[in-house]
């Protein structure tokens, strides 16, 4: 017994001695999965671009040290980063407008309960590509915002613009989006 209890206390890293590699790690590692995950839209992708940041962070621990003045927004620069990076390197498949549509036609068959849990299944696959066909500034400062809800300051800090950049891409993202649902659900019959 007193051996477990031993055990469990050493497995406790007191915050006071804790450096702020371990700090970030414990803080920001939840943050730098959900950037890499909806950049990449693949958990096992999303797992290894999140140890590629902790390496990066790791790498650069210096800085951190030094007293990097936003460690949030420092490290969910690095993860969009290495995500993006690793998008560029493995694209993803596209639906066309025509499966899109069709998805859409196959979504309003749908009655029973159990199938409206497969409806919102679908409807969230036709809303992730819409989603992943809009143009990459609006796609990642919606994305940044909405998903990983980062505010417009650490979003323009993540990718390099300003925060009235940020507002108007969310906002014209937002737009696109709400227009193509209309066209693909309108008079379907789709209601709340």
Do not use: C
Not at 30 to 59: G, P, Y
Not at 133 to 142: E, G, H, I, K, T
């Amino acid at each position: 017994m007193k051996e477990q209890t031993l055990a469990s206390e050493a497995l406790v890293i007191p915050r006071s001695t804790a450096d702020p590699f371990d700090t970030a790690v414990r803080e920001y590692a939840q943050m730098v999965f959900r950037i890499a995950f909806s950049v990449l839209r693949n958990h096992h992708d999303a797992e290894d671009a999140t140890q590629e940041t902790l390496m990066r962070v790791l790498r650069y621990q210096k800085q951190l040290e030094r007293g990097v003045r936003e460690p949030k927004t420092w490290i969910a620069r690095i993860a969009w980063r290495v995500a993006v990076k690793h998008r560029k390197r493995h694209p993803e498949i596209l639906l066309s407008d025509a499966e899109m549509s069709g998805a859409a036609l196959q979504l309003r068959s749908q009655l029973a309960s159990v199938e409206e849990l497969s409806l919102g299944n679908e409807l969230f696959r036709v809303l992730q590509s819409l989603i992943e066909a809009l143009p990459d500034p609006l796609r990642d400062s919606l994305t940044l915002s909405a998903l990983d809800e980062l505010t417009p300051r650490e979003i323009a800090n993540v990718l390099g613009t300003t925060e009235a950049a940020v507002r108007s891409r969310v906002f014209r993202a937002r737009q696109i989006l709400k227009q193509k649902l209309t066209r693909l659900v309108g008079g379907h019959g789709l209601r709340r």
